[in-house]
Every structure is written in structure tokens, then in C-alpha cells.
């Protein structure tokens, strides 16, 4: 019977990951380079939640290049398509997400704004649905209706917030993210280093 590696996924110890193992193969201290990633991504975690702009800046930028890169792709797309109707629904939505793309990277904080506003939106919507969900089944009901009525609540907030408080929460959303990637990596440098 063939032996198997297990998948770093389903076993979630460091050991088995296969980068961990590359990193020990390397020579030197491999570990303190993880490490120093790991510090730099929660001091960049700390100026994201003590400045929201830096994080409403970036996440504009990082929009508005994906508009655009999204907006040459459809436009590629309709000059190749073969039906005439998809043609020029391809040729219009290039043209959109160009046109946004080149707003949001030409303003930023507004660029990240409007994805507070787009989850403010999904928010009621989602909450709208698990509500009505919850009144047509049994299963759940007071969980699905907590839920529902928890996302509207929050996507009201978003809408009707000012631009500090939409700032001030997808700057907390990128800040999360880096905390918790910076702790995995420094546990990450901590394993390889007594490795």
C-alpha cells in the first residue's frame, strides 16, 4: 500500500506543511525572515486601525485596477464574441468597469466608499433573504432570524453612516486579516525555529 502525505489542509499542524518543510531544508535561519514578515504584517495591521485612510486608499487603488483590468477583459471579450447581442452587452460592460476602474483609481477613498456602500447593500439583502427564509421553515428559526436581522441592522449602518465610520470599517476588515496572518506566521517562525 502507497504511503500518502497528509493534506496540510484537513491536519492543520505545521509540520506537515510542505512549505514549512521546504523552509527547514534551506540553509541559514530561515525562520527569522518569517518571522520579520509576520511582525511587519501586524505593525502594518497597527497603522491601518490607528490611520483608516492608508487602508481606504489602498483598497480604492486595488478596486479601481481590478475595474479596469475586468473592463479590458470584457472589451476583449466582445470583439470576439460571436452572437451580436452578447457583443454589445460585453462592449457596454467594459466600457463601465473601465470608466469606474479609472474613478476609483483616480479617487481612491471614494472608489473604497462605494465597496462600503456595495456591502452595505449585500447586507440588507442578505438579511432580507435568511429573514424571509426563517418565516417559511422551522429548522433554525431563531438563529436564521438573529442572523438576518443582524446584517440588515449592519448594512443600515454602512448606508447610513458617514465616510469616517465606512473608512473606519473596511479599515478593521484589512486590519483583521493582517493580524491574523501576521500571529500564523510568527507561530509559523516559532515552530521552524525550534525545528
Not at 527569522?32 to 481606504?56: C, D, E, H, R
Not at 460571436?82 to 460585453?90: F, P
Not at 473601465?98 to 465597496?115: E, T
Not at 422551522?138 to 469616517?164: T, Y
Amino acid at each position: 500500500m502507497e504511503r500518502t502525505e497528509p493534506d496540510p489542509l484537513l491536519t492543520p499542524d505545521v509540520g506537515h506543511d510542505p512549505v514549512v518543510r521546504q523552509i527547514e531544508r534551506t540553509p541559514g535561519s530561515s525562520w527569522g525572515w518569517v518571522m520579520a514578515y509576520g511582525l511587519l504584517l501586524l505593525l502594518v495591521a497597527l497603522i491601518v486601525l490607528v490611520n483608516p485612510l492608508v487602508s481606504g486608499v489602498a483598497t480604492g487603488l486595488l478596486l479601481g485596477i481590478a475595474l479596469v483590468v475586468c473592463g479590458v477583459a470584457a472589451l476583449a471579450a466582445g470583439w470576439t464574441a460571436l452572437s451580436k447581442r452578447a457583443r454589445w452587452t460585453e462592449l457596454l460592460l467594459g466600457i463601465l468597469a473601465l470608466l469606474a476602474g479609472v474613478f476609483a483609481i483616480a479617487n481612491p477613498v471614494a472608489g473604497a466608499l462605494s465597496l462600503v456602500v456595495a456591502i452595505g447593500f449585500w447586507l440588507i439583502l442578505s438579511g432580507v433573504f435568511q429573514i424571509a427564509f426563517a418565516l417559511r421553515v422551522r429548522e433554525d428559526r431563531g438563529w436564521r432570524l438573529l442572523l438576518g436581522g443582524l446584517d440588515v441592522v449592519l448594512g443600515f449602518i454602512l448606508l447610513l453612516s458617514g465616510a469616517w465610520v465606512g473608512l473606519a470599517f473596511l479599515a478593521t476588515l484589512v486590519a483583521i486579516s493582517f493580524i491574523v496572518r501576521g500571529v500564523f506566521l510568527i507561530q509559523l517562525a516559532l515552530a521552524l525555529r525550534k525545528a
